[in-house]
């Protein structure tokens, strides 16, 4: 059975932290899901680890749906939660984004989506939740909004931004949304938005005192060498393993080493 939201909720309430992954392939998900990470997330991430995109920006949904798909067929315990991708959501066309969110769910078979954006995006939230489609949030860097921003940087560090954060978090709990994700936002705001909150929150680049945590899984892992973020800290060499195995392959098929009899 998988894990509910009302789970996550508990895990906030209990003070149990949540370990959450990014997943997007059939494979990855067999292996996560065994291990009992209890939140997969069908990130869009995907832009950049797996097709190769200087941002997330080109992610289409029907992309997203695909690699979702994948992920659903590869797990059968953990909450699985997709992005909807740049340009699939607005709070001024509320049909195309219900009918885009729902297809996350319908078509691609996620429990939830996520969506980007602070108070601007509350009406979204609580139009979708009111339709029976879970919502986690996401503030602080977003990536979807990266020229606007500037790069990709810390947010919230003076006065007038953090207390902008704090009241993005509190406008996307009232509207309905299960979560938030805090990206690259300094610890101790972090630390304020999750005692202020009742819902939880899941950092990223936001320090130890969230709820919870997400990584990109080819980051963990050491498969992505592109870039290296520094709130990341890759637990094996994956890449390097691979390439070890792929140089010992063509050695024995060089040698005629391989196949033997």
């Known amino acids: 059975m998988r894990t509910t939201i009302q789970d996550i909720l508990k895990m906030k309430a209990t003070g149990q932290p949540i370990a959450v992954l990014t997943c997007y392939d059939y494979t990855s998900a067999r292996i996560l899901d065994s291990a009992g990470v209890p939140v997969l997330l069908v990130g869009d991430s995907l832009g950049m680890v797996v097709h190769g995109f200087d941002s997330t920006l080109p992610v289409t949904l029907d992309m997203m749906i695909l690699h979702c798909q994948s992920v659903v067929r590869g797990s059968k315990n953990a909450l699985l939660v997709i992005d909807l991708p740049f340009a699939s959501y607005s709070n001024t066309d509320y049909p195309g984004t219900l009918k885009n969110a729902a297809r996350g769910l319908a078509e691609g078979g996620a429990q939830a989506v996520k969506i980007e954006g602070g108070a601007r995006m509350a009406s979204v939230v609580a139009s979708l939740v009111g339709a029976g489609i879970p919502v986690m949030g996401h503030i602080g860097l977003t990536p979807q909004s990266i020229h606007q921003l500037g790069g990709y940087r810390m947010q919230g560090k003076d006065e ?84 070890d195995a792929a140089k010992a392959y063509m050695s024995d098929v060089g040698a005629k080493k391989f196949p033997e009899k």
């Not at 005692?195 to 969230?210: F, M, S, V, Y």
């Not at 709820?211 to 390097?240: C, I, M, N, S, W």
């Open 160 to 243: 007038g931004s953090r207390k902008r954060l704090l009241a993005d978090a509190l406008e996307l709990e009232s509207a309905g949304a299960f979560a938030i994700v805090l990206e690259l936002v300094p610890a101790d705001l972090a630390k304020h938005i999750t005692e202020r909150l009742k819902i939880p929150t899941i950092g990223i680049g936001a320090g130890k005192d969230c709820d919870g945590q997400v990584q990109v899984f080819h980051d963990v892992f050491g498969l992505y060498e592109d870039f290296v973020p520094k709130h990341t800290r890759r637990y094996t060499e994956a890449a390097q393993s691979i390439r």
